[in-house]
């Protein structure tokens, strides 16, 4: 095919620009699904490209590959998540706080962590020290003080420690469980790793994160004045 402006631009031309648009889509994806789905069209309109305006066997060959590969590998995500379990304390909390990860992906961050049952009295923070979890009230409450003097609480749904998870300094109020809770907490310093690493499940915990600073913030002001 000679090149010029009208070969460019010709009918056939155009579904050579639109596969490769549609690759370029791919790479905009957040979701490997979605991700591999925009590969497999791409995929499609190339192959034909390559057999109808092209005749050319080498793409019709590679482009053909690439959509069986693709389609593997979907069905094998696809399977694996189907074969993920989780309890009901878990599937609460990818709800409120997780629900942009792949069940797969739940799985991984949730395995991170572990549960536990926390007494009244227990500190799950202490002000001025290293905050070594971060940790996720499933049921229970949590006063929150500063100089030993009570200046919030935290309720069912909320995280506990996530401002030291974010400016990286030491806690700034004591964290103290008032009623016995249940509680998922994650090592930060795993999670700070997930955050070198820019991957998706610290970018998930993170939207969560904003969600219950959202919500408390939310809740502190609808608090009346000197409550």
């Known amino acids: ?3 010029t402006l009208e070969s460019a ?6 579904v050579g620009h639109f596969a490769y648009l549609l690759l370029v889509i ?3 994806m957040r979701s490997i699904t979605w991700l591999r789905i925009f590969v497999i069209l791409s995929a499609i309109v190339a192959l034909a490209y390559g057999a109808i305006w092209l005749h050319d066997p080498v793409t019709v060959f590679w482009e053909g590959m690439l959509i069986v590969v693709n389609v593997v590998q979907i069905f094998i995500i696809w399977y694996t998540n189907r ?3 989780f309890n009901e304390d878990e599937r609460r909390l ?3 706080r997780l629900n942009t990860l792949s069940p797969r992906e739940a799985r991984r961050l949730l395995d991170m962590g572990l549960w536990i049952d926390a007494l009244p009295g227990t500190d799950l923070t202490e002000q001025g020290q290293p905050v070594h979890h971060l940790v996720y009230l499933l049921s229970g ?3 929150i003080e500063v100089d030993g003097r009570t200046v919030g609480r935290c309720e069912p749904g909320n995280f506990v420690g996530e ?3 974010v400016d990286g300094g030491p806690a700034s109020a004591t964290a103290k469980v008032a009623q016995e809770a249940y509680c998922w907490m994650i090592p930060t310093d795993r999670l700070r790793k997930l955050r070198r690493e820019a991957s998706p499940l610290m970018a998930a915990l993170e939207v969560g994160i904003a969600h219950d600073l959202k919500r408390k913030i939310l809740a502190s002001n609808a608090r009346p004045t000197g409550a």
């Open 141 to 143: 409450e949590v006063t």
């Open 26 to 28: 791919s790479m905009l």
């Open 94 to 96: 990818i709800a409120e």
């Open 1 to 3: 095919m000679e090149l």
């Open 163 to 165: 401002m030291s998870l």
């Open 83 to 85: 074969r993920v379990q």
């Open 9 to 14: 631009l010709s009918p056939g031309a155009m």
